[in-house]
């Protein structure tokens, strides 16, 4: 993620513009800056809807597939429900704007400290979007144009950037560990055995939205497509950890199978090994030393998380 929200000095005038194209009577509404990812940048105008702006070609390309997908997505949770798309005055593609997701967005510290990880209500509210997410019908999926890509293609694309770029970055055993992770994970047949469905892509502890002590809203659908649903609980592993995950999974009424416990190990390594590869692409320190960080704590932490078990 990217702490701080960069905008030109001109943003105030260029978005207040297109506003007048789309939603005239708030040209002139309160206007704030929210956040920032690494695609996007988000303001909030009104105190009541969320403007979000591609800020390079990944980004304008989720606002995209957004947009076709979540008129026609239903879930038991809020998610955003695009009042219009826009020439994007700040960047490429389209912008967006929906009525604010009610929630706030938490750390996973935070959910922590306010003991909503062992909330039965908190399971069973995952559990339900993921099985929701996951019914979607795959034919209507491609129809909307979500792509399906091959995960053993791209990882084993990523492999050499990895060596690359984030092997010399690491002790010699971290690089062991991270690259005998990602081999074992391409070389496993059964690892590619799923049966494909719509996932959400990046289910993270701060893309579900807390009121007070229930979790009321789902964000951040950019990263959806078709493929492996086991992957909907890669950043909850990370970020939850393997109980909260073995409980979703109980309320499913699925196993935490040990097949499943490898593939999220490497998934929870594979991310931030990417991201420093990204970071170091888009020139972006901050996010480098991050994803090192997260990177080494993984790979200290993942033989207890179940990364070597049989």
Same mark, same amino acid.
């Given at each position: 993620?990217?702490?701080?929200?960069?905008?030109?000095?001109?943003?105030?005038?260029?978005?207040?513009?297109?506003?007048?194209?789309?939603?005239?009577?708030?040209?002139?509404?309160? #206007?704030?800056?929210?956040?920032?990812?690494?695609? =996007?940048?988000?303001?909030?105008?009104?105190?009541?809807?969320?403007?979000?702006?591609?800020? =390079?070609?990944?980004?304008?390309?989720?606002? @995209?597939?957004?947009?076709?997908?979540?008129?026609?997505?239903?879930?038991?949770?809020?998610?955003?429900? /695009?009042?219009?798309?826009?020439?994007?005055?700040?960047?490429?593609?389209? /912008?967006?704007?929906?009525?604010?997701?009610?929630?706030?967005?938490?750390?996973?510290?935070?959910?922590?400290?306010?003991?909503?990880?062992?909330?039965?209500?908190?399971?069973?509210?995952?559990?339900?979007?993921?099985?929701?997410?996951?019914?979607?019908?795959?034919?209507? +999926?491609?129809?909307?144009? #979500?792509?399906?890509?091959? #995960?053993? @293609?791209?990882?084993?694309?990523?492999? &050499?950037?990895?060596?690359?770029?984030?092997?010399?970055?690491?002790?010699?055993?971290?690089?062991?560990?991270?690259?005998?992770?990602?081999?074992?994970?391409?070389?496993?047949?059964? =690892? /590619?055995?799923?049966?494909?469905?719509?996932?959400?892509?990046?289910?993270?502890?701060?893309?579900?939205?807390?009121?007070?002590?229930?979790?009321?809203?789902?964000?951040? /659908?950019?990263? &959806?497509?078709?493929?492996?649903?086991?992957?909907?609980?890669?950043?909850?592993?990370?970020? &939850?950890?393997?109980?909260?995950?073995?409980?979703?999974?109980?309320?499913?009424?699925?196993? #935490?199978?040990?097949?499943?416990?490898?593939?999220?190990?490497?998934?929870?390594? +594979?991310?931030? +090994?990417?991201?420093?590869?990204?970071?170091?692409?888009?020139?972006?320190?901050?996010?480098?030393?991050?994803?090192?960080?997260?990177?080494?704590?993984?790979? +200290?932490?993942?033989?207890?998380?179940?990364?070597?078990?049989?």
């Amino acid at each position: 993620m990217i702490r701080n929200v960069s905008l030109p000095d001109d943003w105030e005038p260029r978005v207040r513009k297109s506003l007048g194209g789309v939603l005239p009577e708030l040209r002139d509404a309160s #206007l704030r800056p929210l956040g920032a990812g690494l695609d =996007n940048v988000t303001l909030l105008l009104n105190e009541e809807i969320v403007l979000r702006l591609p800020k =390079n070609d990944d980004g304008a390309e989720s606002v @995209e597939r957004e947009a076709r997908l979540l008129p026609e997505l239903t879930i038991d949770l809020a998610i955003p429900r /695009f009042l219009f798309t826009a020439p994007n005055p700040l960047g490429p593609g389209s /912008f967006c704007g929906y009525v604010l997701v009610p929630g706030e967005v938490l750390s996973p510290e935070q959910w922590r400290a306010r003991g909503l990880l062992d909330r039965p209500e908190s399971v069973r509210r995952v559990a339900a979007a993921l099985d929701a997410v996951h019914a979607f019908p795959v034919d209507k +999926a491609e129809r909307l144009g #979500l792509p399906a890509p091959g #995960l053993r @293609e791209d990882f084993a694309d990523d492999l &050499a950037s990895i060596r690359r770029e984030v092997l010399p970055r690491l002790t010699s055993e971290q690089g062991k560990t991270l690259l005998a992770a990602w081999e074992g994970y391409l070389g496993g047949d059964a =690892n /590619f055995a799923y049966r494909p469905t719509l996932t959400h892509g990046d289910v993270s502890l701060d893309h579900l939205l807390v009121s007070g002590e229930e979790i009321t809203g789902l964000i951040d /659908f950019g990263d &959806a497509e078709i493929g492996d649903p086991d992957y909907d609980l890669s950043y909850l592993w990370a970020e &939850a950890g393997p109980e909260f995950v073995r409980r979703v999974q109980a309320h499913r009424g699925l196993p #935490l199978a040990k097949g499943l416990v490898r593939k999220l190990d490497f998934w929870s390594l +594979a991310d931030p +090994a990417q991201d420093v590869v990204y970071g170091l692409e888009i020139d972006e320190p901050e996010l480098v030393d991050d994803a090192l960080s997260t990177l080494r704590a993984r790979l +200290a932490a993942g033989t207890r998380q179940g990364l070597d078990r049989e």
